[in-house]
């Protein structure tokens, strides 16, 4: 990969240009690996899992004056090596604040292999709730994508503890396809984390359509030392 940014601090103003070589024809990243594999169980050609050759990713941003936020754009484009194709996306985004809300709109414009151009759009908004029923702050997504899918989730966090060392999160969805006539999923997903002097546990549980998700997790450090072993 190589990578060039460059900040104008005078206005506001970031540039930044991306490229990737794959040069291994038979590299995949986590996301294609395991989609390949779900092919093959399902009795399809894993050659239709198309292995990314080259990207290249342009990203503009200015600030505007104060009190009228930021925009930003970018765009890339990826080739395959097992396609002749290529894809290509475009973002148009804006962010700013009222009072203390943040929000932003955002627009996505992508081409896929075929040259079919699809469109999505984002609101998302972040609201502070000053520790209402044990939460910090949400956030409401509304997104509208091809085919009138329209997706929206709700997210709550909060903080408790003398030293905020418990941390607890809530993210409800709902995804419509096809619009108002058509099929409706809903999910629901609650985490949290507890940070202590030798670890930091953390648990997460969720349900949707037709799936139930489960995890948990201990991370931390030992440090050897010539006073013996010191967890952290």
């Given at each position: ?10 206005t506001g103003s970031n540039l930044s240009v991306a490229a990737y070589r794959f040069s291994t024809d038979g590299y995949m ?128 966090g909060g903080n408790a503890g003398e030293d905020r060392q418990y941390s607890y999160n809530m993210t409800a969805g709902n ?58």
């Amino acid at each position: 990969q190589l990578k060039y940014s460059q900040s104008i601090e005078s206005t506001g103003s970031n540039l930044s240009v991306a490229a990737y070589r794959f040069s291994t024809d038979g590299y995949m990243d986590y996301i294609t690996g395991m989609t390949t594999r779900e092919t093959i169980q399902d009795g399809h050609n894993k050659n239709i899992i198309r292995c990314a050759k080259n990207r290249l990713s342009v990203s503009a941003a200015q600030t505007l004056p104060q009190g009228y936020g930021q925009f930003y754009l970018s765009a890339w484009q990826q080739a395959y090596w097992n396609d002749n194709t290529s894809d290509r996306q475009y973002q148009f985004g804006y962010n700013n604040r009222f009072k203390s809300i943040s929000y932003g709109l955002s627009m996505t414009r992508s081409h896929d292999a075929f040259g079919n151009a699809q469109n999505t759009y984002m609101l998302n908004m972040t609201i502070p709730l000053d520790n209402l029923f044990g939460f910090n702050q949400m956030g409401i997504t509304v997104n509208r994508g091809p085919g009138n899918t329209m997706s929206e989730q709700v997210f709550a966090g909060g903080n408790a503890g003398e030293d905020r060392q418990y941390s607890y999160n809530m993210t409800a969805g709902n995804n419509r396809q096809g619009g108002s006539g058509g099929s409706t999923s809903s999910s629901l997903v609650v985490n949290g984390s507890m940070r202590s002097p030798y670890a930091t546990i953390s648990g997460l549980a969720g349900t949707g359509k037709g799936y139930e998700t489960y995890s948990a997790g201990l991370s931390g450090a030992m440090v050897a030392h010539s006073g013996g072993l010191t967890l952290t």
